[in-house]
């Protein structure tokens, strides 16, 4: 089994910043890639941004230039530098691995960007 666990969510006020932090454990083989998705209200979980094991990132389009998806390899963590957060990046955020071929997610993580 594998387990994903995240941390760092919270409140905070447009224009702020957070950090997540998700961690893999368990029967952990290879893992070939780690990130983020969000899922709003009445609308569909979307990907925020992944990072495969060798370094090659993908991110949705509403958060480039403001996220930063970074991982260690060595403790089995994705992290999510959010800055310059906005009301419309308020969601649930789910982290998600796929390894050994198998895909796992997180129990989620509340962000929610309000004054």
């Known amino acids: 089994q594998v387990q994903l666990v995240e941390s760092g969510g919270g409140l905070v006020q447009p224009g702020g910043s957070l950090r997540l932090s998700c961690t893999a454990s368990?029967?952990?083989?290879?893992?070939?890639?780690m990130g983020w998705f969000r899922q709003a209200p009445g609308k569909l979980r979307e990907l925020v941004a992944s990072?495969?094991?060798?370094?090659?990132?993908n991110y949705g389009d509403s958060v480039k230039g403001r996220f930063t998806i970074s991982r260690d390899n060595a403790k089995n963590t994705v992290y999510l530098q959010m800055n310059s957060l906005k009301p419309e990046d308020t969601g649930v955020y789910y982290c998600?691995?796929?390894?050994?071929?198998?895909?796992?997610w997180g129990q989620g993580t509340q962000v929610t960007v309000s004054s």
């Open positions: 368990g029967s952990i083989s290879s893992i070939y890639s």
């Open positions: 990072i495969t094991s060798g370094g090659s990132t």
């Open positions: 998600r691995a796929i390894i050994g071929g198998g895909v796992y």
